[in-house]
């Protein structure tokens, strides 16, 4: 196991440096890079104002733009006065100390960055992945004892619908219901918690953010659902009809005990394999729709307005954290898969 282990980590190294590499070469050829968007800026704000602000003026001045003298310091500002190789090989240097640097355009570190977002983020992916798996693993089993029966017709027809329907629809619909719309106001239609959240006492505060998280919620798990469901269903009626549980059946046990003594083991392996996955990736779950309707500023709305920015500490930092955290995750589902079943071995999983 150990040496599995060191192996697979060992092997996450060229992983995760070919995926910074090829990012960072894209990176070089997107046109209207942080130079190029201060300098429209500052272009924009010389022919509207026809004068410069005091900090400006050093860098623009009116209808004469910008110099070469300028335009090179702005170069060597971001860093672009440098070739792309010896950028990227600083930039790796300073990843391994997960030094990913300040942002362009917030004035922050990507750190504080990520970790001023991640509480929305955190949120609406803990939220989701709970109730998930708290409502699906049960519902799949149920639907599997039941398999044909009126229950699973019913409810795979509600979740399929849920499925079908686009969250951030969903999302606009709930608050036209429930947040004050045409019909009920019911719910706030924004943030995480209210304006007087600090002035509430500690049951207050706990319910004034659940109370702002209800909807954002329903619109992120409805669609959730089938999947897991399904998986559960199929995983479990392809153990019901294996030969083991007809015998277990001959023994004289209860359906009960046969469902969660012998049944249940076996058939939950495909589920806990995506869960450390699932529960890593949670923490860092950003849905820029969500986000957006709601007026949730969490990572998903940074990372696209990191995007559109050409913000690239943020873009590639982040890239390289969340790529890191799922290689470290997706080695932990094979922990827990040989944890679960002992029958598979690290040598079969690695070939």
Sequence with gaps: MLAY???RLLLMIPTLFGVMLVTFAITQFVPGGPVEQLVAQLQGAGNQVGEVSVQREALYRGASGLDAE???ELRHLYGFDKPAPLRFIEMIG?????????SYFHHQTVWELIVAKLPVSVSLGLWTFFITYLISIPLGIAKAVRDGSAF????STLILIGYAIPGFVLGITLLVLF???SFWDLFPLRGLVSDNWQELTLAGKIGDYLWHMVLPITASVVGSFAVMTMLTKNSFIEEIRKQYVTTARAKGLTETQVLYKHIFRNAIIPLITGFPAAFIGAFFTGSLLIET????D???LLSYE???KRDYPVVLGSLYLFTLLGLLAKLITDICYVWVDPRIQFESIAR
Excluded at 152 to 155: K, R
Aim: hydrophobic share 45%.
């Design 5 to 7: 282990i060191i192996k």
């Design 70 to 72: 300028r335009l090179e």
């Design 94 to 102: 300073n990843y391994l100390t997960f030094n990913f640097g300040e």
């Design 152 to 155: 699973d017709i019913i409810t």
């Design 179 to 181: 947040g004050g719309g």
């Design 293 to 296: 309707i709601f007026s949730l």
């Design 298 to 300: 969490g990572l998903g």
């Design 306 to 308: 990191s995007v559109l």
